[in-house]
């Protein structure tokens, strides 16, 4: 269905990360917001999603921001260098989702969604490592991976999953030895993000091997938010419910709080 | 969302957080149709890996289950769920439910009124705290051919259950509701048993499933038992529905038996009709499947199809290459490796080597029948089986249940490309030999199409029978 070729081949088309997005993340991780803001105006695409982005409700900004130094500025950097990491995984976005029933719109919505969701779950946890904010970025490139290897393996993946519940990547993993996790872990290492972000979100997946009790926690959280936003009626709709695999015993101990931190709170 | 369909038992398996809001895009209805129409007995959903759901979300659910059960009479309701969860259903709905809760989906297949081949009783050891659950749990698991060990007291329980080698199977934390109306229906060796009860009248055409039965008969067996210890008393109707069964059946060589039918409220001369129309009476199950001589001659032991030797018909031929591009792709697909096409043939089954070969058979009907057998070398078989079951195995009880997926997958797929073709058939449930000699027995002198696989130098064959 999917050989080692195919991963192969997909891995080399992923596209090195544009450099003027490299500069705008240097910019806003040393702290200069207004050389970061300076660098994203040239490049006229990143402006107009950021615009787009930063003015939907969720945001709860009163009047319409289109200058990007006053869209960093409302922000702040850790917001900011999420939303840029953001944009960058829209870019391996398809023109055209045909597996999952989703827009460009929709998919930035959850985007948006998981990255405040994730900020309050960290702002709750005190964590400060303002990199781990934008591990979130990197999650719903499964759901990009997923679409561009299974697209056009609808019929048999249904088929195989009329008589087994199993998800795409578990396919993936036992036909090739990669799941989708692994792949976002390629773009990951491609694209030259820090390394935390890669093992938290490779460990949320909830199979991994990784040790470290800090990325595991992480990794709980993000896995059973990820299922919080995957369980809404527009994932449902768009046949993301099942994708991957919820493992529900890795995130029992972390549950009751998930409830009252992001449940309580959108209720 | 699509459900998983196994053992004519659809399970639907929603993830996450289940509400008012998100679970009427988790279940809808053109889902329940598409599953109500793969011919399933019973539909479940299942709560294993959801980890969050209230009664507004799991109203949603039992409205479109309970409507479906009021139409159609299948059994419908929940399953793999934990104590927590079994509690909060319970407490949801206490004294109102009419859907049914098994703990598991194993325990469920317990209570499918269609079960798959098995070599033994099983005992099942049965507790619930409510005596006329308790009852109804082990008066069903007895009807469909299990040894129920009920326990009257909570402390029986406990203690019984730390004895693992009294049962293999255990129910608990599970509860009956509206039952299916379809007759209980079991295999054991090569018999099939239908458990009757109650009176019976015009309704058994309607309860029996006419079209589970004609397949029986087409992939090959010849004995079926009416279990009748609870029959009442029937009517000419059922009179008429017996003999037409006895009819059909002659020309497979059927043998149609009544087990512990009394006519203390019947007409004796019922009884004398339905001799003559070629039905037996015998007093006890044992009477038959304790008698080894008359099992063979009944034709309950295996033993070849007698009168089936129905031609391949030109429809058939003509869809030839569908059946083979179904069945060469899903083999491409499950191994990840291409299939040669070695030769082809018209004959009967003809199988050189049958030492190390598994075989799986499916019939299908509609438009078109016949069916499709696969024998497979053991080493293909077990790589084909890897992605369903995620691992090697040697456990030859895993693979044939695996196989007997991989088949369906193969006629499911075949289905849907007749289907393009304005050519509808519905497919029945498949049935795995571990043994070759017994496939060959049973398919006996049929003529088919033979076509020889390579697969990675291993030779795989596909056969197409009626």
């Known amino acids: 269905m999917i050989t080692q ?10 596209p090195p990360s544009p450099t003027i997005l490299k500069s705008v993340l240097k910019h806003i991780q040393e702290g200069e917001l207004s050389k970061a803001a300076n660098e994203a105006s040239q490049e ?88 781990l904010y934008s591990a979130i970025s990197l999650l719903p490139a499964s759901i990009i991976v997923c679409e561009a290897l299974f697209k056009s393996k609808r019929d048999e993946v249904d088929l195989l999953r009329s008589v087994k519940d199993i998800d795409y990547s578990t396919i993936l993993k036992r036909l090739t030895g990669m799941d989708l996790f692994d792949l976002c872990q390629t773009i990951a290492s491609t694209w030259e993000l820090p390394e935390i972000i890669s093992k ?68 | 969302m699509r459900a998983v369909v196994k053992n004519k038992i659809g399970v639907f398996h929603p993830q996450g957080f289940l509400d008012g809001t998100t679970a009427p895009s988790l279940l809808t209805i053109e889902d329940i149709h598409a599953t109500e129409a793969l011919n399933v007995n019973m539909m479940l959903v299942s709560l294993e890996k959801v980890v969050y759901f209230n009664k507004n979300g799991l109203n949603v659910f039992v409205e479109l289950l309970e409507s479906l059960h009021l139409k159609t009479g299948l059994i419908v309701g929940f399953c793999d769920y934990d104590d927590k969860k079994y509690a909060s259903i319970l407490k949801f709905y206490h ?44 008066i069903e698991l007895f009807d469909r051919g299990h040894d129920p060990i009920v326990c009257q007291t909570y402390d029986e329980f406990n203690d019984k259950k730390n004895q693992t080698d009294l049962y293999e199977s255990i129910v608990y934390n599970s509860y009956l509701g509206m039952l299916g109306s379809k007759i209980a229906t079991r295999v054991t060796g090569n018999a099939i ?87 037996l009476f015998f007093e006890s199950m044992d009477d038959i499947l304790g008698d080894k001589e008359l099992l063979k001659d009944l034709g309950g032991s295996g033993g070849a199809t007698k009168t089936n030797k129905r031609a391949l018909n030109k429809v058939l031929v003509n869809e030839l290459p569908r059946f083979i591009n179904a069945t060469v792709n899903t083999m491409e697909m499950m191994t990840n490796s291409k299939a040669q096409k070695q030769d082809v043939k018209i004959d009967t089954l003809q199988i050189s080597e049958t030492k190390d070969r598994l075989a799986s ?15 497979f070398p053991l080493s293909i078989a077990k790589k084909s089986c890897e992605l369903l079951l995620g691992e090697e195995t040697d456990n030859v ?14 006629a499911g797929r075949v289905k849907a490309l007749l289907a393009e073709h304005n050519i509808s058939v519905d497919i029945t449930l498949p049935r795995t030999y571990e043994n070759v000699d017994e496939l060959l027995s049973t398919v006996n002198e049929r003529k088919g199409v033979q076509v020889n696989l390579d697969f990675e130098g291993e030779s795989f064959t596909f056969f197409l029978t009626r």
């Open chain 1, 5 to 14: 070729e195919e991963i192969q081949t997909y891995i080399s088309s992923i």
């Open chain 1, 44 to 131: 006229p695409a990143l402006k107009v999603y950021l615009q787009a982005i930063v003015n939907k409700p969720i945001y709860g900004f009163k009047n319409d921001i289109k200058d990007v130094g006053q869209i960093f500025g409302v922000l702040g950097l850790v917001q900011a260098e999420q939303l840029v990491y953001n944009y960058m995984i829209s870019l391996l976005s398809p023109s055209q989702w045909e597996l999952f029933s989703l827009t460009n719109k929709d998919f930035a919505d959850i985007q948006d969604i998981l990255g405040l969701q994730w900020k309050r779950i960290l702002e709750y946890k005190n964590i400060t490592d303002k990199t």
């Open chain 1, 200 to 267: 938290v979100v490779l460990a949320s997946s909830g199979c991994s091997d990784e040790k470290d009790k800090e990325i595991i926690e992480l990794s709980k959280w993000m896995h059973l938010l990820f299922f919080y936003q995957l369980s809404q009626a527009v994932c449902v709709e768009a046949g993301l419910n099942d994708f991957i695999d919820f493992n529900i015993d890795y995130v029992s101990d972390i549950y009751e709080e998930f409830q009252t931190i992001i449940m309580e709170e959108n209720a």
């Open chain 2, 95 to 138: 004294n109102a439910i009419n859907f049914s809760l098994f703990r598991t989906h194993k325990v469920a297949t317990l209570f499918s009124s269609s079960m798959q081949e098995k070599k033994e009783k099983k005992s099942v050891l049965v507790w619930h705290e409510d005596p006329s659950q308790r009852s109804a749990l082990a």
């Open chain 2, 193 to 279: 048993i239908y458990t009757l009860s109650g009176f019976l009248d015009a309704e058994i055409t309607n309860q029996f499933d006419v079209t589970y039965h004609n397949n029986s008969l087409n992939v090959g067996f010849t004995l079926f038992i009416f279990d009748a210890y609870k029959v009442i008393s029937m009517n000419i109707h059922a009179l008429n529905f017996f003999s037409k069964l006895a009819t059909a059946g002659a020309e497979f060589g059927a043998n149609i038996c009544i087990v512990g039918m009394t006519f203390e409220k019947t007409p004796p001369a019922f009884k004398d009709e339905l001799e003559d129309a070629g039905l």
């Open chain 2, 361 to 375: 058979s499916i019939g299908f009907y509609g438009n078109i029948d016949g069916m499709v057998i696969l024998v």
């Open chain 2, 397 to 410: 009880e895993d693979i044939l249940d695996t196989l007997a997926e991989f088949v369906n997958i193969i």
